[in-house]
């Protein structure tokens, strides 16, 4: 056997195999949106792909489940693809550092962005709009490619005189032309000038309370010190923090503001169903083309069609492509089912009809790698980002995972608490407790103590901070 021929060939089978274990990790880890705009940009591409006029068949319920007895209840012969998707994800650290992965992961995402506009692109066409003059409209188009993350403009007046050898006067009338672009309040200097400019836009003006709050009284703002701006104006500290109520409304970071309106609507990528003792789950790719390979290509290679070598292997490249497409996403529908059918043995006490409380127990990713097969980033990439309608509400998979934190005698089943429990109870006290007289976090924690679920004042305030409530000072009713 000729030696480099050998190398050659291995070279290029391995080659191949990472190629489409790029294909199978992207495609697992994207949602049910992602993937759909995925398909179709293959299709472009690939002259051997065609969407199928065919409506799309739903996977099997009835072939899996899990009864009462909380015991699997699978059709192996559609889970055999599970220990050949184990093998090739046992390299999946390695893969993420993979120069080819990294650009084929980037090229990816930036493609994602082709349909919707940007920030600078938006208002760009604002300025554009403008009747402006050409020098103003070009120092104005620059300075829009200046803002920071935040939609701040932050720029040497000096330095834009000089660029574009002009007077300050021009330069002063494109910044306020940006500012009077929306996002309101885009184009100021910093938070405090950005949220004044919402303000004037909202019709207040220097007379008003909320316009005094943030001109004159910034520092007793930002620290919540409400009774010390009530003693400056000689007001009383519930009007004070009615003039705070809506400057709480005004947007912090315009460009990120922006950013979030334009995500699209979630649409759940598995439908979780109880039916006749049985818990069902399926993929909801009703929405997605449903694919098949192009009849006439296909034809031409059983035949070994006469054609130029170029035009040979360009086909059976395609071909391959397209092959690999279709059984990655059979894959991904494989992998994500099993991995929500072991998720709902874990977490049997939430998914017990018969119970009112769904508490989480605690669970990590390798318990599902264990249950699955799976490789614990496989688990990762399959439950990052994927949302499940159930009877209970629609839920990220994510959110099933749940860490411990203590043992606790307690705890009516005599086992770990969930880090998810002690949220949930968190959430409660704070939302049902007085609120001229609001809980400190040392009183939370021996609320939560009461109840079971001890944790360190420490602990509470940095649950309290996930959740989103502020201290008790700050969450004080005048």
Known sequence: MNLAFGLEAGLAQKQMQTAQMIQVMTIIQQNALQLEQYIRQ???INP???ISQEENVEYEEESAGIRDDDEFCFDEE???GQAALQDGFEYGDELRSDETYD???RNYVESLNVYSKTLEEKLKEQIIDMNLSKIVQKIAIYLIGELDENGFLNFNYDEMKNRFDTNYDNVEQAVEAIQNCEPTGVGAANIKESLLLQLDKMGYDDDDLEYKIIQNCWDMFIHGKITSIARKYEIEPSQIQEAMQIIKQLNLSPAKEEETDDNEAIIPDLIVRYESGVWKVAVNDEF???LEINQQYSDMLRRQFKADKNTKEFIRDRFNKANWLINAIEQ???TIIATMYAIIKRQSNFFSIAKSERALIPMNLADIAKDTGLDESTVSRVTNGKFATTPFGMFELKYFFSEVVIKNKQNEDGGDISTT??????????????????LSDQQLAQDLEK???AAARRTVAKYREQLGFATARLRKVY
């Open 288 to 290: 997605l083309p449903n």
């Open 42 to 44: 293959e299709v472009e």
């Open 103 to 105: 650009e084929e992961k």
């Open 421 to 438: 429990k002690i949220k949930e109870k968190l959430r409660q006290l704070i939302e049902e407790e007085d609120k001229t007289q609001p």
């Open 48 to 50: 051997l792909l065609e």
């Open 78 to 80: 559609k889970m055999d």
């Open 451 to 453: 109840t079971g679920l």
């Open 332 to 334: 991904r529908r494989m």
